[in-house]
């Protein structure tokens, strides 16, 4: 039977998925392209290895190293979770929750992360608090989530340090304690958590009402911290820093840099500021077509703001160079999609 070997693992170690409050995937890393591992573990999944199937699930559900496929991803989750495989068990149980790869079933989702929660389990114990603060899988209650967030922040698990000050913050299910939430949330960011790196980096921008002093170095680096993690909400706040000259000085070569990155991944705002930066030609050559591409993207992503730019922009182009531009802005929103599923 062939078998994971710990440098198969090893390899794996820095891309698996970040499990977040709300159960989604956000800015996964792109996985190494490493054929001979990969084949490793497609051969031993399909002898049973439940690592290998908890490992080609992953790949399933996000095309790196396998084609995505929901469905293959749930049966391979399934079969890795039967064995008993912990990482397995909390992937199907967010499959559950989102209907990836199978009917939604929220009743299924907590009752697999209720059981993770309380074997211990820091990653399900704070989706488990965000279940019964939202309602989702079962009735609300307050006390219940804080329990549970207060579990997996003890824990020092980013996520739950995370999501208990997101409470703080809001007020929600605990008295709102500005000063709380800063302190959980930093530690969430020294952790590497990225979002928690950017709600830093706002506070630090911010100053007043954040429970810290203004800062905007700290500020700049918070947002390069997780702008290099790949997070796209990094990568848009340090674009649109250097794009405003709000908190460092202007540099539109900067700003496009890290807002076409943002808006590769999905950020819509990104794509708004991308598409003024090639119409003004700041930090790019003029280019009326990629602008017009760009302000399309964005339009399609609901974002009605930019509509008057697209149609300004539209005026710009000849009627070849406008039939062209729009069906490269289909191509770009379809791949951006398929990207960030």
Known sequence: MDRLTDDDRDFFTQTELKIRKWGNYLDMPQMPQNSAIINSIVKAAKDGDSDAQYLSGIMHWSGAGATRDAVKSFQLLKKSALQGNPKAQLMLGLSYSRGHGTTKNTQKSFQLFHKLALEGNADAQTILADSYASGRGIDRNKDEALAWYKKAALQNNASGLLALGIEYSDGYIVQEDINEAFKLIHRAAVLGDNFAQVWIGRAYMHGYGYGVEQNHNKALDWFLKSALQGSSIGQFELGKAYYSGRIVMVDYIKAFQWLEKAALRGSESAQGLVASL????????????????????????????????????????STKELSEAQDEAKERFDEIANNIQ
């Open 278 to 317: 090639y119409r003004d030609g700041k930090g790019v050559p003029i280019n009326n077509k990629e602008a017009f591409i760009w302000y399309a993207v964005a339009t399609a992503n609901n974002h009605d703001f930019y509509k008057k730019h697209l149609d300004a922009i539209s005026k710009k182009l």
